[in-house]
């Protein structure tokens, strides 16, 4: 069934768990992430990144979330995820999304307010949850990319969230998009995290929180894929974001090197094949086993 970001998110928030927000660029990805969620009966989110939309198309992929999410009792969210184009927040809510993040934490705290503002009008007007983000993390994925970490100011995320009325905050606690996340051992700063929950007590949202567990990279390395000196979010870290406050975890960077490795793992040992259902079939496989793995982290697993 389709429901808002709000609707899984307070649940989470009550229920003190975080749902995975998976992004998709394809038929292959969102085919395993809803198949992982229902096989552990566990909500989700399905992100669009703007470059997925551009990629795949805006009506492709509403049409196959809303097909997933019309066939399936687990709680399915359509979800845009960074959203830093006003026009691209506007079409998306338009076109039946039923949560958006807006992104305008590359500006200063008054034009940040000033433009979340405009998309929590729109949005809210049309039934759509809303997501925001203060402070900046690293990294660089999709059309996202930051040079420095701006960690979240606990007051100024009291004032923003009061000022704008979002329905979910994404802060900066040391968390970096892609695979080089951190020198070595994951290092997150969850007295931020503490202060911001206590203060505030709504879902909050970690962005850049792929793990890139054994289980992906491993068989990444294995055949092929290219990721010297890469560490991700640890488990304890994860499971410990989770237990202080965070409702929401996005995860892009596993799927992609996941179904990467599996790929490759098909095409050098079938040299031979060129039926695209014999190597994107078995890569989905693979791609579910990534998701269930992140839901179980997460703790979602028999809240859908």
Known sequence: MLVTGKYVLDRANKGRYAVGAFNINNMEF?????????????????????????YAGIDYLKSMTYTAAEN????????????????????????????????????????????????????HRKGVSVEAELGTIGGVEDQVKSRHILYTDPDAAIEFVERTGIDSLAIAIGTSHGAYKFAGRTNLNFRILKEVKKRLKMPLVLHGASGL?????????????????????????????????????????????GFTGALREVLKNNPEQFDPRKYLGPSREFLQKVVEHRMNVFGSRGKG
């Open 30 to 54: 969102l085919q395993a992430i809803i198949s992982a969620a229902e096989k552990l009966k566990s909500p989700v989110m399905i992100a669009t990144s703007q470059g997925a939309i551009e």
């Open 72 to 123: 399936s009792r687990i709680p399915v969210c359509l979800h845009l995820d960074h959203g830093t184009d006003m026009n691209m927040i506007r079409k998306c809510i338009s076109k039946g999304w039923t949560s958006v993040m807006v992104d305008a934490s590359h500006f200063d705290f008054e034009k940040n307010i000033k433009t979340t503002k405009r998309a929590v009008s729109m949005a």
């Open 213 to 257: 567990p054994p289980l992906v990279m491993n068989k990444a390395r294995r055949f092929g894929v290219r990721l010297p000196n890469a560490h991700g979010v640890s488990e304890t870290q994860t499971k410990k974001a989770i237990r202080l406050g965070i409702n929401k975890i996005n995860t892009d960077t596993d799927l992609r090197i």
